[in-house]
């Protein structure tokens, strides 16, 4: 609210009293205490150490010592909907956030935008005069808006955060990340080799934002969201990291999780009396169909360790450990950031909250991958090859998932994992301290809360009301309750009493105790919703969801399934989606640009995201570079999109017009000029696709290097039909910094391109593409 002027106003300032009030920036209150939200992505309820998981985590532990850890807290089951929720208080549905935002449908529940009436924790904090900023994971932004034409209004910048640093998407390569800075796209500070890694790199910011600060005003608080891409696939970590889980796992998931449950049991955190359920606990491709016979999802089958083979076991274990190393990586850096404020004297009046987004992921099904851009494509990973990159998880060269037998295990002692509203979708960790402002350490918590309840939380500890407007806009009213009276009494009742939950299809309801949920798989296309088998558990005695009291109190069901009708229909839950990736994606969707026939892009300018830039893929095409070359001698990248792991680039080496085409990371096709690089001005060179045959996964045809119109090399390749990237391999002209498509490039990165001059370069897609919305769909599966 602006402060009216109380000072006197004549002619002559003589005469005149000011009065500074109305223009002074805001203040937050003496003593105010910063604060740190953690929101780590993929980690299951049990990972941890202090949940009673296999993987020591240090540093989160010495935040739960000094606070209290939640056993009953919930997120939508998924990442953007649970981030909307984590930053305004409001049901994912309410902030339309029904699914992530790749997947947006043109309703009011899913439009992947946030209304400005849920205004966010950043917006709030940053009017009462705490300096807001955000490194990491965002994904709360439509694809459209993903570009550098777009308007910033659903970037960070645009909801409140002074500086941030990180990615905009659902994932990115952890070794060759796609990095905004503030406003546009920057190339990483050093390389893989150098020792990168991107939650060193958000680390470093982190600190350095805060830093930058503090020089200045000491005393002004800080709101630092820090949401590191662990552990999110691909699963990337250093080599020493990983090594420190060697033979860890080698048991196996089945017995790691009666090993977490034991442990769970002994530290206080589940029940004495808990069960596990079964490792398929709602059903099989073999043994489970929906209406009209339609088949239960092969992706969410989980193989029992003891049918594995031994190559199998061993591969399967090496996984565990990569993402093991991945998250006591993480922990690490937590730390530094704990040391920072140690040293300053700023971690007992600092609010630390900490959470994962949802429950471990299943998305590398049965199996696993070391490349999921094969899943992406439609190509099954090969166990011999994989086993040969066993040295290599982890590493630069694979972008890997763990099968989903290890999601299991780490949200011990629930079924299910991530996108289902059974508790291993749903529970997960959350710990809060505060060690000036509370007196409760190392305590156990079984109050039941959702992520909507953490904005209403900090707001009460830190002593800030909601503002009843933000730019203008009125406020909704919060969905979330605080959690504060929990802290110093173990026995208080919680303030929440009924949440609804739906998630592609899954659906569930919470009220007093008592949990109603669906048996109906997500993304399975199955419709019929109104002949969806619903099960009971008094979660209050049974929170992993073992006795299915369905036909013992069909009442009781009947009273919560009501509940959830009411609640859906309250919280703009409806339309329902539970349609296959294929029909998700075939969702027409703005964009800011049409699709045309011929693109031109020039050098020195930011990269173009794969989802902004030309498409190539499943058709015929020409790509010309328009160059001067005084005199012999000029090399480097003309035209690349993509990476390792799929992509595509027109480079000059040695003298010669080279093209290589990496086929989903598995097959390097190169083709390489017959003859030197003409000089002289306003030469052409290009790369002409004349394709001549389908396959379901692949384009075949005949590849051919021109000189002007003279033809100097041709030969026959075969093009992916999905993404190059999960992430979104940016498109350059005149460089390719990050991770190469080749190891062939001339040079070091960023492999520019000298001796001459790129005038521009032109890519003519005017033939028919040939469409794969199944490829696109097994992409957006793998962005959750």
């Known amino acids: 609210m602006v402060k009216p002027f109380r000072g006197v106003v004549n002619v002559d300032i003589r005469d005149s009293v000011p009065d500074w009030t109305p223009f002074e920036p805001p203040r937050a209150p003496d003593g105010a205490p910063n604060v740190l939200y953690i929101v780590l992505d993929d980690v299951g309820f049990s990972a941890m150490g202090c949940y009673g998981g296999p993987i020591e985590t240090p540093n989160i532990d010495r935040i739960a010592a000094k606070g209290v850890r939640y056993t009953q807290w919930h997120t939508t089951a998924l990442c953007s909907p649970t981030r909307s929720c984590l930053l305004t208080g409001r049901n994912h549905t309410r902030n339309s956030m029904a699914c992530i935002t790749e997947a947006s449908i043109g309703f009011p529940n899913a439009s992947g935008t946030i209304p400005p009436e849920n205004g966010m924790l950043s917006e709030i904090l940053g009017e009462r005069g705490w300096n807001t900023y955000m490194v990491g994971k965002w994904h709360l932004c439509p694809t459209d808006e993903m570009n550098l034409a777009a308007t910033r209004r659903n970037w960070p910048s645009g909801r409140g955060f002074e500086r941030w640093y990180g990615f905009l998407g659902a994932e990115t390569n952890q070794w060759y990340p796609d990095l905004v800075y503030d406003n546009h796209p920057v190339d990483q500070p050093s390389s893989p080799e150098d020792g990168y890694h991107l939650t060193d790199d958000i680390t470093d910011k982190a600190l350095e934002f805060i830093k930058d600060a503090k020089v200045i005003a000491p005393e002004k608080p800080f709101f630092l969201y820090y949401a590191p891409g662990a552990c999110h696939a691909p699963h990337h970590a250093p080599e020493e990291w990983i090594a420190k889980f060697e033979g860890k796992f080698d048991m196996g998931y089945d017995a790691v999780r009666e090993q977490t449950l034991a442990r769970q049991k002994e530290m206080g955190i589940v029940a004495a009396d808990t069960e596990l359920p079964p490792i398929n606990p709602i059903g099989t491709p073999d043994t489970r169909s929906g209406p009209e016979g339609q088949p239960f999802p092969e992706l969410d089958y989980t193989r029992p360790w003891d049918t594995l083979n031994d190559d199998e076991k061993r591969l399967f274990a090496r996984m565990a450990e990569v993402y093991a190393g991945f998250l006591a990586h993480t922990d690490h850096h937590i730390g530094r950031v704990l040391d920072y404020l140690e040293q300053n004297d700023e971690l007992e009046n600092t609010v630390i909250v900490v959470v994962s987004d949802n429950g471990a992921s299943g998305e590398g099904g049965p199996n696993g991958s070391v490349n999921e851009m094969k899943f992406a494509n439609g190509i099954p990973d090969d166990l011999a090859e994989n086993l ?70 900090l707001l009460d500890l830190i002593g800030v009301e909601p503002p009843e407007t933000i730019k203008g806009h009125t406020q909704a009213q919060f969905d979330g309750v605080s959690m504060r009276g929990t802290f110093e009494d173990k026995s208080a009742p919680s303030a929440r009493r009924t949440q609804f939950y739906s998630m592609l299809g899954s659906r569930s309801i919470w009220h007093e105790g008592w949990k109603a949920v669906t048996t109906h798989p997500t993304i399975a296309g199955w419709g019929h919703f109104n002949e969806d088998e619903w099960e009971l558990y008094h979660t209050d005695v049974d929170r992993a969801e073992v006795n299915n009291l369905a036909s013992e109190h069909p009442d009781k069901l009947r009273e919560l399934v009501n509940i959830w009708f009411a609640e859906a229909g309250a919280n703009l839950a409806f339309p329902l989606d539970d349609r296959s990736g294929v029909e998700i994606m075939g969702t027409p969707r703005p964009q800011l640009a049409a699709a045309r026939d011929r693109y031109v892009y020039y050098p020195d300018v930011a990269a173009v995201s794969e989802w902004q830039a030309v498409n190539t893929r499943g058709r015929s095409f020409v790509i010309g570079a328009l160059v001067d070359i005084p005199e012999p001698g000029a090399e480097g990248v003309l035209f690349a999109i993509g990476s390792r792991f799929g992509g595509h680039a027109l480079y000059v080496k040695d003298n010669r017009l080279h093209y290589v085409n990496n086929f989903v990371g598995s097959d390097e096709q190169m083709i390489v000029g017959s003859e030197d690089v003409p000089t002289g001005t306003d030469l052409i060179l290009s790369a002409s696709f004349d394709k001549d045959e389908q396959e379901p996964a692949a384009t075949l045809g005949t590849l051919s290097l021109f000189h002007g119109d003279r033809k100097v090399g041709e030969g026959r390749i075969r093009t992916q039909m999905g993404a190059f990237a999960i992430a979104g391999a940016g498109l350059y002209v005149g460089r390719h910094p990050g991770e190469p498509i080749t190891d062939d490039y001339p040079g070091e990165s960023p492999h520019r391109f000298t001796g001459g001059t790129i005038n521009r370069v032109a890519i003519d897609v005017s033939g028919e593409p040939y469409l794969d919305l199944e490829r696109e769909a097994a992409l957006m599966l793998m962005r959750e």
């Open 388 to 457: 040969s990159k066993l040295d290599d998880l982890g590493g630069p060269k694979t972008y890997n998932h763990y099968p989903n037998g290890w999601a299991m295990a780490f949200n011990t002692p629930f079924k299910m994992w991530k996108r289902y509203e059974f508790n291993g979708g749903t529970a997960d960790p959350c710990i809060i301290s505060w060690p000036a402002g509370t007196k409760a350490r190392d305590e156990i918590r079984d109050q039941y809360h959702h992520a909507i309840d953490i904005v209403p939380t």
